[in-house]
């Protein structure tokens, strides 16, 4: 797959901040990603399977969103199902959301944000 050698190497960065190998720092705002999942991979399993499964956890977190926020909209059924179809299947977010790679936390705070923003919307 196009995302494995940069997958990889995020995840085997990750690892070295979760073992206190290197520190998060200003100079490099992505080494708070590396820590956030380098801790999360230290006290659960340092393995990149293991790694790939929280991404697709995450990416299911992000479709809950993704649901609720089409039936916020009030879409009918058959559009609500078409959507989640391309939504899942689509071949780079199929690829991309497989892999412990930032894409699937963007496309969470992406759906959580726009959630946030349209319950606020439809309550005023």
Not at 10 to 39: H, Q, R
Not at 40 to 58: D, G, K, P, Q, R
Not at 61 to 73: A, E, H, P
Request: with cysteine.
């Amino acid at each position: 797959l196009f995302a494995g050698g940069d997958a990889y190497g995020l995840f085997t960065t990750s690892l070295l901040y979760g073992n206190n190998f290197e520190t998060p720092n200003m100079v490099n705002p992505l080494s708070f990603f590396y820590y956030f999942f380098g801790k999360l991979y230290f006290y659960t399993f340092e393995n990149y399977v293991w790694a790939c499964t929280i991404s697709i956890f995450f990416w299911f977190i992000s479709y809950t969103f993704f649901f609720k926020i089409m039936i916020l909209l009030k879409f009918e059924k058959s559009i609500i199902i078409y959507a989640s179809i391309i939504y899942a299947f689509l071949p780079s977010a199929l690829i991309i959301t497989s892999t412990p790679l930032r894409e699937v936390l963007q496309l969470l705070f992406v759906n959580i944000l726009s959630y946030i923003f349209h319950n606020v919307i439809f309550e005023q």
